[in-house]
């Protein structure tokens, strides 16, 4: 191998640009509104979709646009390719790019694979002759030999998109434009479709791939970079990148459950003031990381603490706790309780709370919430009780398994990134 | 800004676009390509019936079916040329907001279409000319190729000036299709121009199609042709027409991939 270390060639560079949509106030949907304002001056909202961006993509990078919806990923992508034309800035391209951000266009379901093969890599800037060339070698990669003479409209989904994959990668340009292609097809071509990408960096060519899964982000790129609001957030290693997005969407969710929370919690308040005065009442929750801190989502792996609060209006001699926690399909994940735990409560009735601390949060990705109960010796007879609480926490996971909890596991010696 | 072409070759590209856009138009139908020579020849059919009586003889219409025939194949050409030019960019949304293909390949691939189905009904015209055993003198079929690749200039120059507009204001497809007709009864097609008083007659060649059916009607039955002069101003008008058509286009097209 050589090792020769070359100053890389810049094969996209972007500088300053912006892109703004209008977004016309009113609409004039009907014929009576359109003769009515017909002299008044239209007012336009601006959306700036994409503000002063400025990066570089080096040949060979796998490279990573990263972000959550309407954050401007996708326009960016359709400035690059030349579907959008920029407000302002300038896009280089050294280069010939690969102008699709689909796959199939052009497609008809009423043609044969094999026609659309055709009409598919030549909207590509295929020649015929190319085609020609290439043929076969789409067929094999799709594998779809038994169905080529078929028409389209008889393949399922997952065919027409390994068609559709198959020859788009055929296209061979230096610089490959994807958005969000990967959610599609059985996992076994997925991975397929991305260790041919990793192949392209091998090449030489350059990928450019808009997705918002942090996982593909973290192994397939280099580099990457995170858009909020059309403009960059952040820039440089994928793994990097990757960590600031899943902790920016881990600060929106909080923002977003708090407000809902608000939202219920004046709802309930009215309720509970036509009951009964409560012998002992549940009075709220809180979720609390390792340092003692509120937060309502974590992620698997995390260490975190439930703390229940209550208040009590009679003497009652023995509290007994207890706390089950569920997902939000109502799958019950565990329950603690203070008999069961054989516990000594006077310390939490003295608190005025009770707290269990999880260490290594086990679950996968979910939303959860919690039954609690306070009773007395006799588990039966409840002196307070909730069903469903209002405050739920989510659990964020890294890297994804199937299945409703993430174990630490290894397979037999090998070590796993976790 | 860019530095490369996108294709090697658009005009592979567009052949594509004609061939299959072709390939579907009949796909499902029985008949299949048979439809493309049939529909005009069953309007043709149903005129000629009711027609030929009144028009028969006398006023300059000798050979009325062919005449007939002549004035139903070129307005096709213009109706459908105009209609497919003008909904180009819409029919093909998808090519202009998920690759990047120039947009006009796309509004010169619809039409050539419609100018392929139209070399097909020339076809039968022919088998018409022969079954009447009308041969028209050389220069009048010139000629009449003259007027086809005008005819093409002139559908070209519309369908470049509406395209980008019809993608925000889809009401021109209607109120198109409404002109379309009342061109066909405005156009010397199933009666012959003599008919219509003299100043009418000079209102009709106003008209770039009125112009082209009237003179492919005279050259090829008659064999008579319009003035030079006459003939260099169309000329001069359709490509003046062609020109603004793209400058037009030039400047809507920018903003085309957001509003469609």
């Known amino acids: ?418 | 800004m860019r530095m490369e072409k996108s294709h090697e070759n658009y005009k592979e590209l567009i052949w594509m676009l004609v061939k299959t856009d072709f390939k579907l138009r009949y796909q499902g139908s029985f008949l299949g390509y048979i439809w493309a020579i049939l529909s005009p020849l069953l309007t043709f059919a149903v005129l000629n019936f009711v027609f030929s009586s009144v028009f028969a003889r006398g006023n300059g219409a000798e050979y009325y079916p062919l005449q007939l025939l002549i004035g139903i194949m070129t307005f096709t050409f213009f109706s459908d040329g105009t209609r497919a030019g003008l909904g180009s960019l819409v029919a093909k949304s998808r090519l202009v907001t998920k690759i990047y293909v120039p947009r006009w390949v796309l509004i010169f691939a619809s039409t050539m279409n419609t100018g392929m189905l139209f070399l097909m009904n020339l076809i039968v015209l022919v088998i018409f000319f022969i079954f009447y055993r009308f041969l028209p003198s050389l220069e009048a079929i010139l000629f009449f190729v003259l007027l086809v690749v005008l005819m093409y200039v002139v559908i070209l120059g519309f369908s470049f000036l509406t395209a980008a507009f019809y993608v925000r204001f889809r009401d021109l497809s209607m109120i198109w299709a409404v002109i379309v007709r009342a061109l066909f009864y405005a156009t010397p097609i199933i009666y012959p121009i003599q008919v219509m008083p003299e100043y009418i007659q000079k209102v009709i060649l106003l008209s770039p199609i009125g112009f082209i059916v009237h003179f492919s009607k005279e050259s090829l039955i008659n064999n008579h042709f319009p003035e030079i002069w006459q003939f260099m101003l169309f000329v001069v008008a359709s490509f003046a027409f062609l020109f603004i058509g793209i400058f037009i286009h030039k400047k809507t097209i920018k903003k085309i991939a957001e509003n469609i």
């Open chain 1, 1 to 418: 191998m050589k090792k020769k270390k070359e100053k890389k060639e810049i094969v996209i560079k972007v500088e300053n640009i912006s892109k703004a949509f209008e977004i016309p106030h009113e609409r004039n949907d009907t014929i009576r509104s359109v003769f009515v304002n017909i002299f008044k001056r239209k007012i336009f909202e601006k959306f700036k979709a994409l503000d002063n961006i400025s990066f570089e993509v080096k040949k060979g990078e796998f490279f990573g646009i990263i972000g959550r919806n309407g954050s401007g990923k996708s326009t960016l992508l359709k400035v690059l390719a030349g579907i959008y034309q920029q407000d302002a800035g300038t896009v280089q391209i050294n280069g010939r790019i690969s102008p699709f951000l689909e796959l199939g266009i052009g497609f008809n379901p009423e043609l044969s694979g094999r026609d659309n093969i055709y009409l598919n890599a030549t909207v590509l800037g295929l020649t015929k002759k190319q085609i020609d060339e290439k043929f076969d070698s789409i067929v094999r990669f799709s594998e779809l030999e038994r169905f080529i003479d078929q028409k389209l409209k008889n393949y399922s989904s997952g065919m027409a998109v390994r068609l559709a994959f198959s020859v788009s990668i055929h296209a061979n340009r230096d610089i490959l434009l994807m958005d969000e292609v990967l959610a599609v097809g059985d996992s076994n071509f997925q991975s397929k479709c991305l260790s041919e990408f990793s192949r392209y960096r091998e090449l030489g060519k350059t990928v450019i791939l808009v997705t918002h899964s942090v996982e593909i982000v973290q192994r397939y790129c280099n580099k990457a970079m995170l858009l909020r609001n059309g403009k960059i957030v952040k820039i440089g290693k994928a793994t990097e990148v990757a960590d600031k997005y899943v902790f920016e969407n881990m600060s929106d969710e909080e923002r977003r459950l708090s407000k809902e929370m608000h939202k219920k919690e004046k709802g309930v308040k009215k309720t509970k003031e036509i009951g009964r005065k409560k012998a002992v009442e549940i009075k709220g929750i809180k979720f609390l990381d390792s340092y003692g801190v509120e937060k309502k989502v974590f992620k698997t792996g995390d260490d975190m603490s439930i703390r229940v609060y209550f208040k009590k209006y009679k003497d009652v001699p023995v509290l007994n706790f207890g706390l089950g926690i569920y997902s939000q399909e109502d799958f019950y994940f565990c329950g603690f309780s203070t008999i069961r735990d054989k516990v000594n409560t006077k310390d939490f009735v003295d608190k005025g709370y009770y707290q269990v601390d999880i260490k290594d949060i086990p679950f996968a990705e979910n939303v959860f919430y919690l039954k609690l109960n306070i009773a007395g010796n006799d588990l039966g007879n409840y002196y307070d009780y909730v069903g469903r609480t209002k405050e739920t926490f989510r659990v964020f996971v890294n890297k994804k398994n199937p299945g409703n909890v993430n174990l630490l596991y290894n397979w037999d010696k090998l070590k796993i990134n976790r």
